[in-house]
């Protein structure tokens, strides 16, 4: 079928910044949307930013001037670049697509910590 791969999570300093990749690989046919979701320790998973097949993007307000999500139809690729850090944006960040042929995938996350 399908896989989701991220990466680029690390350890950085508030106010600093890092740039999440996710990479789909398989029998892909086509995604409609990708997005990035993240769950922090003893809470539920929330969205941060989303876009389309087409462009259109969304975000969460606790992200919104601070991440930038893009993503390479191409290539089967979506990122996003995280700047000015905050310690409560420390979660395991999950990327998502949703596929045409196969629906909904995850991928496995990838720790975002930032210290403060």
């Known amino acids: 079928q399908v896989r989701l791969v991220e990466s680029g999570g690390g350890l950085v300093q508030a106010g600093g910044s890092l740039r999440l990749s996710c990479a789909a690989s398989?029998?892909?046919?086509?995604?409609?949307?990708m997005g990035w979701y993240r769950q922090a320790p003893g809470k539920q998973r929330e969205l941060v930013a989303t876009i389309t097949s087409g462009g259109s993007t969304d975000y969460a307000d606790s992200v919104k001037g601070r991440f930038t999500i893009s993503r390479d139809n191409a290539k089967n690729t979506v990122a996003l670049q995280m700047n000015s850090l905050k310690p409560e944006d420390t979660a395991v960040y999950y990327c998502?697509?949703?596929?045409?042929?196969?629906?909904?995938?995850w991928g496995q996350g990838t720790q975002v910590t930032v210290s403060s």
């Open positions: 998502n697509a949703n596929f045409a042929r196969w629906g909904r995938h």
């Open positions: 398989g029998i892909i046919f086509s995604i409609n949307a």
